[in-house]
């Protein structure tokens, strides 16, 4: 889901730019013929095994040297991984380390080094002789962890930790020798710049008020520099060397930009805003060499990268050109002759990696071998996830993804919508699990994201007001599969709606206020009450650099404190309306669950079971609010199948492994949903 606990840093905004255009018609998906038409055309999909979707890839943590020499990656082994370099000249590959545990890899400034991030400790590695030393060990109950490499040095890296005693947050330099400098002390840092010397230069904090502060040093002073408000983009980039601008990510009331603004008050600059006026810009490419700004990168409805330099443009023109349904991230120096490329898709299980020639201008697979010993499933055999831009009934464009089986009759698929938790979140354009599972069991898979669905802008978060009852995102997303059905995608005798936390309630509100659209709802972790939910996770307390739930909520535009509001939300929950519940429904949830109480669930289900319905119930007492055991989630993808098979005429379903069996056997608290 779930109820946001977001960092600042995450969701912080600042209205300093200009309100940027409207998403163009020319996004809207004006017909659906063309895309139904192309995938009947296509080879039907052999049927796949449930396990084989979850294959993972061997190759994890694959980075590129700032001096673009080396590729370094983890390679996992029974007993763990090894750490490995491939010469990108020669392609000659040796191991450097084996048997590691979990770790993540970072490469130092100069290139000659990696450092190693186990979680509990820092290592640093030498490429020349494998030399391996640690450097710094991390006291979990100093909150230390690594943050970045230092760029500023050859092979030194910034840590951060937290004095609980003094309440004094601390970031410090680590060098090869394992010496310690302290370089900041005070509020929690939701951000920071460095000059040339590695000292900081510019900070970012958060007041008593909520209020993001940019700072600039000095004479040794932290000075006033600029503001932000609460919940909007402020993410420091870069400065110039004079420390008179800064180029930050900043929004408007629409899309998160890249934006120059100038510290004596002139006006300022956009730099880069989304072509397509459709994303929020998700973050700059820098060079870890010079600092310089390669890429401005978006994540929807792809990934896409656009260059800030004319080399950059060059080589980010030809990579869309040779990729240009991929979701490509570029792991680039400005200097370096090669650039790594890291291919994703959806229907890219496991990514590909290649090297992109510069100068050539060519493109070069690389890490093949390793990459097929995970077994990838061939991609001819999945499914593409294509974007959807449809109207509302209120005229705004909302956006989602349809997935389809290749070789069927779009018009006579059975439809799964799949709704996301959050409801501040988003669906990507990537691979997911079980939205290929489905699809090869002959479903067609709605993922729609609503209004109130990050990653569009502002604006398109805010839009349904705070109307978290049966109002605007609800409406949304039942539009969007009306719209669906009416342009020939989706048998409108076979829909059924899922989704997990916000998701699973969307779930249970849709089987309460449009009875008759969908034969059945599958909802994991779901709050029946809405209202009531969010008033108890209000309740927690906000970390360090933090704004405490009740505060996001306010600038989401739901107000606690705004009586009429809330009485419209739970006055069409799913909870107060139990009564109009005819279609069958399956509930999973987690017996430890902290954010959606286990008994407003149980008490809902008993409500429904004392009135007749059709309700089937699953209570794993071991469980949180997000199942992390993969029985339980086997269980899910058991009971979703034999849900389909059950009532919208799905595949038969084989029969449950007796360990699964037991678990069903043990944790079933009702079974209305699933009576044949």
Same mark, same amino acid.
């Given at each position: 889901?779930?109820?946001?606990?977001?960092?600042?840093?995450?969701?912080?905004?600042?209205?300093?730019?200009?309100?940027?255009?409207?998403?163009?018609?020319?996004?809207?998906?004006?017909?659906?013929?063309?895309?139904?038409?192309?995938?009947?055309?296509?080879?039907?999909?052999?049927?796949?095994?449930?396990?084989?979707?979850?294959?993972?890839?061997?190759?994890?943590?694959?980075?590129?040297?700032?001096?673009? /020499?080396?590729?370094?990656?983890?390679?996992?082994?029974?007993?763990?991984?090894?750490?490995?370099?491939?010469?990108?000249?020669?392609?000659?590959?040796?191991?450097?380390? +084996?048997?590691?545990?979990?770790?993540?890899?970072?490469?130092?400034?100069?290139?000659?080094?990696?450092?190693?991030?186990?979680?509990?400790?820092?290592?640093?590695?030498?490429?020349?002789?494998?030399?391996?030393?640690?450097?710094? /060990?991390?006291?979990?109950?100093?909150?230390?962890?690594?943050?970045?490499?230092?760029?500023?040095?050859?092979?030194? +890296?910034?840590?951060?930790?937290?004095?609980?005693?003094?309440?004094?947050?601390?970031?410090?330099?680590?060098?090869?020798?394992?010496?310690?400098?302290?370089?900041?002390?005070?509020?929690?840092?939701?951000?920071?710049?460095?000059?040339?010397?590695?000292?900081?230069?510019?900070?970012?904090?958060?007041?008593?008020?909520?209020?993001?502060?940019?700072?600039?040093?000095?004479?040794?002073?932290?000075?006033?520099?600029?503001?932000?408000?609460?919940?909007?983009?402020?993410?420091?980039?870069?400065?110039?060397?004079?420390?008179?601008?800064?180029?930050?990510?900043?929004?408007?009331?629409?899309?998160?930009?890249?934006?120059?603004?100038?510290?004596?008050?002139?006006?300022?600059?956009?730099? $880069?805003?989304?072509?397509?006026?459709?994303?929020?810009?998700?973050?700059?490419?820098?060079?870890?060499?010079?600092?310089?700004?390669?890429?401005?990168?978006?994540?929807?409805?792809?990934?896409?990268?656009?260059?800030?330099?004319?080399?950059?443009?060059?080589?980010?023109?030809?990579? =869309?050109?040779?990729?240009?349904?991929?979701?490509?991230?570029?792991?680039?120096? =400005? =200097?370096?002759?090669?650039?790594?490329?890291?291919?994703?898709?959806?229907?890219?299980?496991?990514?590909?990696?290649?090297?992109?020639?510069?100068?050539?201008?060519?493109?070069? /697979?690389?890490?093949?071998?390793?990459?097929?010993?995970?077994?990838?499933?061939?991609?001819?055999?999945?499914?593409?996830? !294509?974007?959807?831009?449809?109207?509302?009934?209120?005229?705004?464009?909302?956006?989602?993804?349809?997935?389809?089986?290749?070789?069927?009759?779009?018009?006579?698929?059975?439809?799964?919508?799949?709704?996301?938790?959050?409801?501040?979140?988003?669906?990507?354009?990537?691979?997911?699990?079980?939205?290929? &599972?489905?699809?090869?069991?002959?479903?067609?898979?709605? @993922?729609?994201?609503?209004?109130?669905?990050?990653?569009?802008?502002?604006?398109? !978060?805010?839009?349904?007001?705070?109307?978290?009852?049966?109002?605007?995102? @609800?409406?949304?997303?039942?539009?969007?599969?009306?719209?669906?059905?009416?342009?020939?995608?989706?048998?409108?005798?076979?829909?059924?709606?899922?989704?997990?936390?916000?998701?699973?309630?969307?779930? &249970?509100?849709?089987?309460?206020?449009?009875?008759?659209?969908?034969?059945?709802?599958?909802?994991?972790?779901?709050?029946?009450?809405?209202?009531?939910?969010?008033?108890?996770?209000?309740?927690?307390?906000?970390?360090?650099?933090?704004?405490?739930?009740?505060?996001?909520?306010?600038?989401?535009?739901?107000?606690?404190?705004?009586?009429?509001?809330?009485?419209?939300?739970? =006055?069409?929950?799913?909870?107060?309306?139990?009564?109009?519940?005819?279609?069958?429904?399956?509930?999973?949830?987690?017996?430890?669950?902290?954010?959606?109480?286990?008994?407003?669930?149980?008490?809902?289900?008993?409500?429904?079971?004392?009135?007749?319905?059709?309700?089937?119930?699953?209570?794993?007492?071991?469980?949180? $609010?997000?199942?992390?055991?993969?029985?339980?989630? @086997?269980?899910?993808?058991?009971?979703?199948?034999?849900?389909?098979? @059950?009532?919208?005429?799905?595949?038969?379903?084989?029969?449950?492994?007796?360990?699964?069996?037991?678990?069903?056997?043990?944790?079933?608290?009702?079974?209305?949903?699933?009576?044949?």
């Amino acid at each position: 889901m779930s109820l946001p606990q977001l960092s600042c840093a995450c969701i912080a905004l600042l209205v300093l730019v200009s309100a940027a255009q409207a998403a163009p018609a020319s996004l809207e998906t004006r017909s659906l013929k063309q895309i139904a038409a192309r995938n009947l055309a296509l080879p039907a999909a052999p049927r796949i095994g449930d396990d084989d979707f979850s294959r993972r890839s061997r190759l994890r943590e694959v980075k590129l040297s700032p001096d673009g /020499a080396w590729v370094a990656y983890l390679e996992s082994t029974d007993k763990g991984a090894s750490l490995k370099l491939m010469n990108v000249v020669t392609q000659e590959k040796r191991q450097l380390l +084996a048997d590691l545990g979990r770790a993540q890899l970072h490469w130092s400034a100069d290139g000659q080094a990696l450092f190693v991030d186990s979680g509990d400790a820092l290592s640093l590695l030498q490429v020349k002789d494998g030399a391996s030393v640690r450097i710094a /060990a991390f006291e979990r109950k100093l909150q230390q962890q690594f943050v970045r490499v230092d760029t500023s040095r050859p092979q030194s +890296a910034l840590v951060e930790d937290y004095d609980e005693l003094a309440k004094r947050h601390r970031i410090a330099r680590i060098g090869a020798d394992g010496a310690r400098e302290v370089l900041y002390e005070g509020d929690k840092l939701l951000d920071f710049l460095q000059d040339d010397k590695g000292q900081l230069s510019f900070i970012r904090t958060l007041d008593a008020d909520y209020v993001q502060r940019v700072a600039r040093r000095q004479d040794g002073k932290w000075v006033a520099a600029t503001q932000c408000k609460r919940m909007r983009a402020c993410e420091l980039v870069s400065a110039s060397a004079d420390g008179r601008a800064l180029t930050m990510l900043l929004s408007s009331d629409e899309r998160k930009r890249l934006v120059q603004v100038d510290l004596a008050g002139k006006p300022q600059r956009v730099l $880069h805003g989304d072509p397509m006026a459709l994303a929020d810009l998700d973050h700059v490419k820098l060079s870890p060499r010079t600092g310089a700004a390669l890429f401005a990168v978006y994540d929807a409805p792809r990934r896409r990268n656009y260059g800030l330099s004319a080399a950059a443009r060059q080589a980010g023109a030809d990579i =869309d050109k040779r990729f240009p349904d991929a979701s490509i991230s570029i792991d680039a120096s =400005d =200097d370096a002759a090669q650039w790594l490329l890291t291919e994703r898709g959806a229907r890219l299980p496991q990514e590909r990696f290649w090297l992109y020639d510069r100068k050539l201008r060519s493109f070069r /697979a690389i890490l093949e071998q390793e990459r097929a010993l995970g077994t990838p499933l061939p991609e001819q055999q999945l499914a593409a996830k !294509i974007a959807l831009h449809y109207r509302a009934s209120d005229g705004a464009l909302v956006h989602g993804y349809l997935s389809l089986p290749p070789g069927k009759d779009a018009a006579r698929l059975p439809l799964l919508t799949m709704v996301h938790g959050g409801p501040w979140a988003a669906f990507d354009g990537g691979y997911q699990t079980l939205v290929q &599972l489905l699809v090869n069991r002959g479903f067609a898979v709605f @993922q729609p994201n609503f209004r109130a669905s990050t990653g569009y802008g502002e604006q398109y !978060i805010r839009a349904p007001k705070g109307e978290f009852g049966n109002g605007r995102a @609800q409406a949304d997303i039942v539009e969007g599969v009306k719209w669906l059905v009416a342009n020939g995608v989706g048998d409108p005798q076979r829909l059924a709606i899922i989704g997990d936390s916000f998701g699973g309630y969307s779930t &249970l509100l849709a089987l309460t206020h449009n009875p008759d659209l969908f034969q059945f709802g599958m909802a994991l972790s779901p709050p029946p009450d809405f209202e009531k939910t969010m008033r108890g996770a209000a309740g927690n307390p906000a970390g360090p650099g933090e704004l405490p739930l009740g505060v996001q909520l306010v600038d989401y535009g739901v107000d606690l404190g705004d009586s009429a509001l809330m009485k419209r939300i739970a =006055d069409t929950s799913p909870a107060a309306n139990a009564g109009k519940l005819t279609k069958p429904l399956l509930i999973i949830a987690g017996g430890k669950d902290t954010m959606v109480s286990i008994a407003a669930v149980t008490d809902y289900v008993a409500t429904l079971q004392g009135a007749g319905k059709p309700v089937s119930l699953l209570v794993e007492p071991d469980e949180g $609010h997000n199942p992390r055991k993969p029985l339980t989630r @086997q269980a899910y993808v058991y009971l979703l199948q034999r849900m389909l098979h @059950q009532h919208l005429g799905g595949p038969a379903v084989a029969a449950p492994s007796p360990e699964l069996a037991r678990l069903l056997e043990q944790t079933m608290r009702a079974h209305g949903a699933l009576a044949r």
